[in-house]
């Protein structure tokens, strides 16, 4: 139990474009996702947490126009990289906590983004 | 500063050897700590958690440790398969502020037959 899926598992686009990530929870509704950012060689950056039906929370110095957060619903959060340039290309992961108890956080498989 | 500190940053094995990787964190209040496991190009992977009142957490040939008075974390894994070559990150959450996790830079290592 407790999988969490990303799609596109990996994207190339045009430099200017926008770009969409899917993380979905698969077998159990997520209260809270979480988005990750992580450059080669280093380790996971939270950039913003979403909660179902309420406006993300964004980490300090991610902006918040360039990176749209949906959270349509227990299961579904989306990342949109609005006006994609090459220093956007990066490795975004996605995770959902569980709704019970304290809630184990589990990571999505990861989104490569190549930005040209 | 809430800060997870790991060591080695990289670490190359025979295979079937054993290795121990250590966590050190400055996170406070404290309320779990994690061992995962991220292959290269996927998302990480729980290993093992930990509470507060938990000292020792077995997972197969993973074995992690937490000493909460001093701060520190091992994961020690026994008899290496090439299959466990891959980052370990140590996640401390922090209980200040909506499960928070900090995370730890890694360790990268790399098992060779």
């Known amino acids: 139990g407790a999988v969490v899926s990303q799609h596109p598992s990996w994207v190339i686009c045009k430099s200017g474009t926008s770009v969409k990530i899917e993380c979905r929870s698969l077998d159990f509704q997520a209260t809270t996702m979480f988005w990750y950012r992580q450059f080669p060689k280093q380790s996971l950056m939270l950039m913003a947490t979403s909660n179902e039906g309420s406006k993300a929370t964004y980490e300090q110095g991610v902006e918040k126009d360039k990176f749209l957060i949906n959270h349509a619903s227990l299961t579904l959060s989306t990342l949109t990289v609005t006006s994609a340039h090459p220093e956007d290309s990066s490795f975004y992961i996605c995770?959902?906590?569980?709704?019970?108890?304290?809630?184990?956080?589990?990571f999505g498989p990861g989104t490569r983004l190549l930005v040209l | 500063k809430n800060q997870v500190e790991q060591s080695p940053q990289s670490l190359i094995i025979l295979e079937g050897k054993n290795c121990t990787l250590q966590c050190n964190y400055t996170v406070s209040p404290f309320s779990n700590l994690r061992w995962y496991k991220q292959d290269t190009g996927r998302g990480p992977v729980s290993l093992t958690i930990?509470?507060?009142?938990?000292n020792t957490k077995s997972n197969g040939r993973y074995t992690a440790t937490l000493d909460a008075d001093t701060k520190q974390s091992s994961l020690h894994i026994t008899a290496s398969q090439l299959s466990d070559s891959a980052s370990y990150i140590c996640v401390v959450s922090f209980s200040g502020g909506y499960n928070k996790l900090i995370f730890g830079a890694g360790t990268r290592l790399a098992v060779h037959p």
């Open positions: 930990m509470t507060f009142s938990e």
């Open positions: 995770s959902a906590k569980t709704r019970e108890g304290p809630g184990t956080q589990y």
